[in-house]
């Protein structure tokens, strides 16, 4: 297993099931905050805080992927006692002693619905990201329309244009 979830040689299913579940429910915390980070970098057109924002996404991506891995290899070293059960993490849970099975069975639940926040707000900074650049276009099309038409006969008797106009942005 990862740096998150260490194997300590035959370690029962269930302190590892737990410690995996409880790294997973921590990491999609971690990326709900990192998420309303980057919608308020967003909200403020703070490209600093946006970048940051999706730097630390990134990084608590790998570790989810990592702990997914985790996983994989949990279900594969204990799939046998599923019977033919779809290989999840609530029906490893199921295997275990009943006071163990509700603290997995809990955790998962809470992993389930951070998944679905997680879901939602990407859902949310994905369509406030493409409202902005569409903002950001607009302006952009605006400018260049008020420097690329001087609306004045050209050589050739039509209406001819300036050229190239830029625009330093900074931020």
Known sequence: MSARTPTRGAEPLGPRLERLLAAFVE???RMEG???AQREALRTADAGGVSEATRRQRECASRIAALEQDR???VAL???GLRGETPT??????LLDPVARER???L??????SMGRVARESGVVRQATRSLLSHVHG?????????????????????????????????
Do not use: I, K, W
């Open 89 to 94: 993490l609530s029906n490893l849970a199921r």
């Open 78 to 80: 204990h799939a046998g």
């Open 104 to 106: 997995c069975l809990a």
């Open 139 to 171: 302006v952009m099309a605006q400018v260049g329309r008020c420097f690329g038409d001087p609306g004045t006969y050209g050589a050739r008797g039509s209406v001819g244009t300036a050229g190239a106009a830029t625009l330093d942005v900074v931020h």
């Open 108 to 113: 998962a639940a809470e992993l389930r619905a």
């Open 34 to 36: 990192f998420l309303a």
């Open 72 to 74: 994989r290899e949990l």
């Open 27 to 29: 990491e999609h915390a």
